[in-house]
């Protein structure tokens, strides 16, 4: 824990400076870095020969394609999501947590923000699902299964390995569609086949929290660039020195700026990167790990952050684990600085920059643009984009469904003709504008359709395109 401590203490500084460093040209060459002895470092040319292919860097790289898929839905910048490991003593503090985050309502710290930020299933020492890791078994079924069903809960959060197993066998009988697909946690390859047939398709492993860096597919403009970031980059988590960036360059160059990662250790499955920051997850931790400055990084960076948070915990900000008083958060759930630091998220999502989404739903999408098959027919008149399938290197193939079709986004050079997307034979309803994030480019998309808070009244959720009041 010192360790990472003094780690993230000596590299913040730097690389919030460095990384809003207003980008150069995209020729622009990176600046001489100074190394330990003062003499200026070399960028290692093994390192950039295994890089050239600049997807490797784990960029989403839009100038480079004709046409290409949009990085986040029109017209986001960067895409945020909570990983909230369920720890809420009782229902009670989790209504109040999500009724002013995730709600509209009138709540004790001000009108709701509407955000769509989901929040993970608890399981009890029997594996029974539950609305809140402190609550009572079956006292809040009805509302569990009400946000289970309209997406709201689209995570699990099991830290009791020997329940897993009843975990798993009290989901199968939910419907398939509504099924968590996240897992946060480690696990063994038997758990993940159990949890992979009960739904789950992305897996938060624990060894994948980083410290340091916020975010992932950020955009560093260049080979060069990146390799540098490599070089500076805390490969000690991974067990690789940053040296090592010859056979498998891209593999490592994946643990860096990749949020999920293909596998094999174990059987073939998706693992997921979370940031958490030096400090205990906790409550009080949350405003220091979206400080303002990471968020900048991350809209001007073009990236995607899933946090991992647990708000149903409190603990001294910055003690070290056998000072930090940690406990069961208590009410009011949310204290000055997290209700600012949701605000601060609110006001870039309202602004179209910052694209807030259940942690779910932000690894489908990351995971559908990486997959997706299409192919291109050109005329002077027309370019027809026929959507193939999703092709996955972990799940298999598969075809294109309506819900592949929420929030797709497509872009073009401004002076390209007519475009046409298909499915099959069947021209999609698409808007094309002039794309905010690429100049010189326009934006084909459909818009993206985001979850509303239920009522705790019960009555049935609306739908919105409005990432907030």
Known sequence: MIRRLLHWVKTRTRRVAATLRRPGPWRHEPEAREGAAGAPRAVDRAALADLLRIEATGRWNVPSREVGVRPFPFPFVAGFALANENTYASAALFEEAHGYVSGRGVTSYGDGLGLEVGDSVAAGPDGAPRLAAGGVV???AARLEQLVET????????PDAAARPALARALAPWPTASRPSVFLGSTSPAERAALAEAGARFFGDDGLIEIDKFGDHLDYRTIERFALAAREYDWSR?????CVLGAGAEILAGFMNRTLQARNGGGPHWAFKRYGGPWRASMPTFAGQVASVL????ISRGGAVIVRQQLGRWSLVGAAPDRDEARPNGSPALDRHAVAAWRDIAERAAAG???????GRLLDHLWRR??????VDKSHERWVVRLGALSCPILGDRAIGSGDLNGLGFTVPQAAPEVVITVGDAPLAMRREADPVHPGRDAVHRPWTFLEWPELDGRPPAETNDPAP
Not at 151 to 158: A, E, N, S, V
Not at 295 to 298: A, G, I
Not at 353 to 359: C, E, I, P, Q, S
Request: proline share 6%; hydrophobic share 45%.
């Open 138 to 140: 079956g006292a809040d």
């Open 151 to 158: 997406g709201w809960l689209d995570c699990l959060f099991c």
């Open 238 to 242: 991974w067990g690789r020195p940053p």
């Open 295 to 298: 968020l900048d990084q991350l």
């Open 353 to 359: 920059k910052l694209w807030v989404v259940t942690a």
């Open 370 to 375: 990486q997959t997706l098959r299409f192919t």
